[in-house]
């Protein structure tokens, strides 16, 4: 019985329903995750799963790669867990803002369940596969994500929904900065991984890109020799 | 009949909601409502999730087969060349391919019977000598259709075969062309479809680089298709494109600038291509920095109406049973539209997409060209042809004679243009009409390849011939028109007189003067070495020629005749002959160039002051410092006062001796020069807005020749001049000084200041890696020729207009910076030349080169503030002829990227002061209004900002 009571009140029982509440930006929802078991995992998965899901949307990239099929998988895989990572990252530099900005003190492990939750529009994120109309998803889904830890933070704390925005702002920047600083190894080494997961080095520059697509095509090479167009100093009109 | 059918609707009625089964009824139609609304929702979401479905599978075809998925020997994206080797043996090069991309319907080989119907017409009415290619499947990039070897071929095949669910096959196709107009896949979409169209055109014999033009007529979704696959078949190929879209679907994300034009079949009824441009935001006028919009407003666009006419199946343009009221129907029409474009001769063109609006309420402004032209010293035939002259006349070269711009028909036999012979070493050869070719070589035939267009006038093109600029008008819908075409047509008259170099003649099977550098445009033929003794009021002058013996004007007596000039819009006149006796420039006597007139009578058509091209500074000024400053604020200073003056200071930075440094020029040097004028002031002032004058910017040419009237050095210098059409009828072109400054008429000796700034640097000087000979400068002529030769089609539209990205100045930059990288990539790369530099470390000739490259980024880092242009970077996205009006962001954007190169002044100044900060001497040649006095007009220095 007491088993039957834990598990219809854990938040992967619920799944579903707080997804759906995160869907539709309603407060309660945001306030009941908290106080449910196993959140804090299942806020991990919404997180996993919605790097999966992006990471699968914008996938072009290792196509263009050429990457082969199943080290297009691995790659997907790993683009996700480190999607998470960059998320936990995000998630303390917020909330150290949001405790030295504004002098709040909550937990670090609420903000991370809440925020967690509120990347659930980005589950959507596959849909950004659909050709041409790909792009304005991708904007509808990252605004509504955006609105959806704001509403999440201010639930949580006594910000209002304009200080939430200031906090994940805040947040954003100085992950930014610090990735500016330290993070040029932590880039190095994650590009390192993910172009070891995916079999050849990704090329992600768009010039570079674009003479990839030029390769293998039969085009006339440019000429180097610059013709003579001046003549030699004996030759010369009076 | 209707009152019955109305009576038993009343009956049925009352019955219906008067009779006790009224409440049946009701609760029948609430159970009905309510599952009809259900059922109305579920097939709602069926179609949601098959539409998400689809749009979700969509992109996959075209990635997984870039990505190598699919498998296979080839691979499959590596386009062999097997097909161009197999079919040069064929050569069956025919003048004109034409690819057709059928619309969204298509699921496999099989056309529809209307498709079928309208190519087997279309192949019917085409002139033999047209090779028509069809069969491509536009929506697949491995041109797979639907029902053959995929998963779900038979599905397809099932559907193909019933009815009413074709709409499943668009749907798909449907997505397909989302594919190519999305900005992530499109470009491996359309490389796909590029690849199948371009193995197809070498399969029927296409031969890269032959110029022969192919047309894509792309029908509905085919349209976006088509222009999608451009950049890569002209990449690939090198050929003119024309696109003709069918009923289009276009999106406005492609590259439609590349295309040589497009021609857009719409009918009136067309619901599917008149939707089409509010979903995709570049049609939009209001995204003016569209490829879309900037094409509308070139003139590569022509909009053509089918007539009441649908978007497809019954009703639509290929419709042979749908009848126009006057008894024609859809396909024939749609036939005879195709066939006017695809047969249109040079010239005519159906259907323009500008036309000149004679409407205006303005009237059309005369040109100076015109009115200079009603004079007759100013036309080619009022000298004649044979001349005979003493020993004081020498021509100005060998071969020297008119272009004269061959008829439409006559284009493909003369493959250049006429050449009226008028000086020749080979004297059989005078007063003939001969062919002028460009020199089979390579290199040279690169060249022309690069700068062939087809000219449109766009709308603002035939506006500005309205406002008096000479324009190109007989080249107006020319395809392929060349750098020749281009200089002998650029104005209304054959009267564009040239100097010709290394021409090779060929007698067989006809003559024809082939030659390898651009041909040169002179003023007069012939010239003379004169002090004027006396102007008579019948505009003759009697003259004393020089006397080499004595080394004065004490030389025979001689009668020139010095016409009077015609005066421009301002009413300032080029050129005076009056008290020019007076001139200080008097007593070291003038050149004087020109011809005989039918009464044998020498008509001095150009001057030029003697002493400005000696090799004699009236100072020189050393030390870089002081060198520098001079070029910073002193060399323009005083210019009010040195009216009717020339100067010649020549700058020192090295601090080495005069006659040392004077020595050092020598016979064959050939010398860049940085070229300026000012504005004219005085009673006759010009237009400056903010009192600002832009003044102009050339790059030239000088060399150190042997004078063989005087036996003494001088310098003869050309420029490279990337000059907007304008209305004197000046052309961008390799002007000769004579032509560009000393013409009594064109020229502007007489009317502006000018600055000529010869620069001496050894590292411009030739290279010489074990028989590999390289000048430097040769790249900065290439890419003027370039450049000049864009300038004089305006890019296709037939107009360049000066605005902020787009001037004398920055083209004549950018021209530099082409070169520039293009000398660097040569020495990075040329073997040849990596060798010698390896086994000759410590040579004299490697140092030199090393501070070559070291100028080179100099300038570079001087050109390019923080980033280079877009259109710098990328030749294919500069376009020259679109006015600031028509794309103001990029505009905007270019002329801010490239600011240090915005005002002629200031680029000169920079880079004068960089080659004294690398070593060079500079030798300021500077004239102020020189020749006779005009007292209406004053000299006014070309205004600096910055700095």
Redesign the interface.
């Known amino acids: 019985m007491l088993i039957i009571a834990i598990t219809t009140d854990t938040a992967i029982n619920q799944f579903w329903s707080l997804v759906s509440g995160v869907f539709l930006l309603d407060a309660e929802t945001f306030k009941s995750i908290n106080n449910l078991p196993l959140s804090l995992i299942t806020s991990i998965v919404v997180v996993l799963l919605a790097g999966l899901s992006q990471t699968f949307g914008q996938s ?1 990239m ?3 790669n ?4 199943w080290r ?1 998988l691995l790659s997907v895989a790993i683009a996700a867990v480190l999607f998470v990572f960059n998320y936990n990252f995000w998630v303390f530099s917020t909330w150290l803002v949001a405790k030295w900005l504004f002098g709040l003190n909550f937990p670090l492990i609420a903000v991370i369940k809440t925020l967690g939750f509120s990347y659930a529009p980005l589950l959507l994120g ?2 950004i ?7 304005p998803i991708l904007i509808v889904l990252s605004i509504w994500t955006l609105l959806a830890i704001a509403t999440g933070l201010s639930t949580i704390s006594n910000l209002t929904i304009w200080q939430a925005f200031e906090c994940c702002l805040g947040g954003w920047l100085a992950l930014q900065l610090s990735q500016r600083v330290v993070g040029k190894a932590i880039a190095r080494f994650t590009s390192s991984i993910v172009d070891w997961v995916a079999g050849v080095d990704l090329i992600t520059e768009p010039d570079y ?2 003479q990839m ?2 390769s ?5 090479p ?10 030699d ?6 | 009949m209707l009152k019955r059918i109305l009576f038993v609707l009343l009956a049925l009625s009352v019955v219906t909601f008067l009779s006790p089964a009224n409440v049946g009824w009701i609760q029948w139609y609430a159970v009905v409502e309510n599952q009809l609304f259900n059922l109305l929702i579920d097939s709602g979401r069926i179609i949601g999730i098959s539409l998400v479905l689809a749009g979700l599978l969509a992109p996959f075809e075209a990635l997984g087969w870039w990505a190598g998925w699919y498998g296979g020997k080839q691979d499959p994206s590596t386009l062999s060349l097997k097909h161009t080797q197999a079919s040069l043996g064929k050569a069956t090069a025919a003048p004109h391919y034409i690819v057709y991309l059928d619309g969204i319907g298509k699921s496999s080989f099989k056309y529809s019977f209307r498709g079928a119907r309208f190519l087997q017409r279309l192949t019917e009415s085409l002139p033999s000598d047209r090779i028509l290619i069809d069969n491509i499947i536009p929506y697949s990039v491995i041109n797979l259709p639907l029902t053959l070897n995929r998963p779900l071929a038979k599905f397809w095949l099932w559907i193909e075969r019933t009815t009413n669910l074709g709409f499943l096959v668009l749907l798909r196709n449907m997505f397909q062309v989302a594919v190519s107009v999305d900005s992530r896949y499109g470009p491996i979409y359309n490389r796909g479809t590029a690849e199948i169209i371009i193995d197809r055109l070498l399969t029927k014999g296409y031969q890269p680089g032959s110029g022969a033009l192919i047309t894509l007529i792309g029908y509905s979704g085919g349209g976006q298709i088509s222009l999608g696959a451009v950049p890569y078949i002209k990449r690939v190929l090198a050929a003119p494109i024309e696109v003709i879209s069918l009923a289009g679907v276009i999106s406005g994300n492609n590259e439609v600038v590349q295309v040589e034009h497009l021609y857009h079949l719409v009918g009136e009824k067309d619901r599917v291509t008149r939707f089409t441009p509010c979903l995709f935001p570049r049609r939009w006028s209001i995204i003016t920095w569209s490829n879309w919009n900037l094409a509308k407003s070139r003139g590569e666009i022509s909009f053509i109406s089918l007539g009441k006419v649908g978007h497809d199946s019954k009703n639509g343009p290929l419709d042979e049973n749908a009848l126009f009221p006057d008894g024609s129907n859809h396909l024939a029409r749609t036939i005879e539209i195709i066939l006017r474009i695809l047969t249109r001769v040079d010239g005519y063109e159906p259907y323009p997409a500008a036309v000149a609006d004679y409407s205006a309420k303005s009237e059309r402004i005369v040109s100076d060209y015109e009115n200079y032209v009603k004079a007759k010293f100013n036309r080619p035939d009022f000298y004649p042809l044979a001349q005979t002259y003493c020993d004081h006349y020498l021509p100005v070269a060998e071969w020297m004679g008119r272009l004269i711009l061959p008829d439409v028909t006559e284009r493909s036999q003369v493959g250049g243009v006429y050449f009226e012979v008028h000086h020749a070493p080979e004297l059989d050869l005078i007063g003939k009409k001969v062919y002028l070719r460009w020199s089979d070589r390579p290199d040279i035939q690169a060249y022309v390849n690069q700068v062939k267009i087809r000219i449109d006038f766009s709308q603002q093109a035939y506006k500005s011939i309205h406002q008096g600029i000479v324009l190109p008008t007989r080249l107006n819908h020319w395809r392929q028109v060349q750098a020749l075409e281009s200089l002998a047509g650029a104005r209304p008259n054959d009267d564009v007189m040239v100097a010709l170099t290394s021409v090779e003649v060929i007698r067989e099977p006809q003559i024809i003067l082939s030659i390898s550098r651009e041909p040169i445009l002179i003023t007069g033929k012939y010239y003379a070495l004169v002090s004027f003794k006396e102007v008579f009021p019948t505009d003759y002058a009697l003259v004393r020629h020089y006397n080499h013996h004595s080394g004065q004007f004490d030389g025979q007596e001689d009668i020139v005749y010095l016409p009077q000039v015609v005066p421009d819009r301002n009413g300032v006149l080029p050129a005076t002959a009056n008290k020019i006796t007076e001139s200080p420039l008097n007593q070291t006597g003038w050149y004087i160039y020109g011809a005989k007139n039918e009464q044998g009578m020498f008509t001095v058509q150009a001057i030029a002051p003697r002493a400005l091209f000696q090799l004699q500074p009236a100072k020189v000024i050393s030390g870089l410092q002081k060198t520098t400053d001079y070029i910073h604020d002193q060399y323009w200073q005083g210019v009010t006062e040195k009216k009717g003056q020339i100067d010649s200071i020549l700058l020192n930075p090295g601090n080495l001796s005069d006659t040392e440094l004077i020595n050092s020029y020598q016979e064959g040097d050939r010398l860049l020069v940085l070229h300026t004028y000012g504005g004219i002031g005085g009673n006759k002032r010009e237009f400056a807005p903010l009192n600002i004058f832009f003044g102009h910017f050339s790059f030239g040419l000088a060399r150190v020749v042997r004078e063989p009237l005087t036996q003494e050095l001088r310098f003869k210098i050309g420029y490279g001049q990337v000059y907007t059409q304008n209305t004197t009828g000046i052309i961008a072109a390799s002007l000769d000084w004579t032509n560009f400054v000393g013409d009594r008429q064109f020229g502007w000796l007489g009317s502006r200041p000018i600055t000529d700034i010869i620069v001496k640097l050894d590292v411009f000087e030739e290279y010489n890696f074990d028989g590999l000979r390289r000048f430097p400068l040769n790249a900065l002529a290439y890419q003027l020729d370039r450049m000049m030769a864009r300038y004089r089609t305006g890019d296709g539209t037939g107009a360049t207009f000066v605005g902020p990205a787009n001037s004398c100045v920055q083209d004549s930059c950018q021209a530099l910076y082409q070169a520039i990288n293009m000398t660097l990539t040569e020495i990075e790369q040329n073997p040849q030349i990596k060798a010698w530099i390896t086994t000759n470390p410590q040579h004299p000739q490697t140092q030199r080169l090393q501070r070559l490259v070291t100028l080179n980024k100099a300038i570079e880092d001087q050109l390019i503030t923080w980033q280079t242009r877009a259109d710098w970077v990328d030749p294919y996205q500069s376009l020259i002829g679109t006015r600031l009006a028509d794309s103001p962001v990029t505009t905007v954007v270019n002329a801010l990227t490239s600011w240090r190169s915005l005002l002629p002044r200031l680029a000169n100044d920079s880079l004068g002061s960089i080659f004294l900060n690398h070593g060079a001497s500079l030798w300021l040649l500077q004239t102020y209004q020189v020749g006779g006095w005009d007292k209406d007009i004053e000299p006014i220095a070309p205004t600096k900002l910055w700095i």
């Open positions: 072009v290792l196509f263009i050429r990457v082969r099929p297009f596959f849909l596969v659909i050709p041409y109309f790909g792009m890109l674009e697509l030029y293998g095509l039969p085009i006339p440019l000429t180097t020799d610059i013709p003579d167009l001046l003549g100093s004996q030759q010369n009109t009076q």
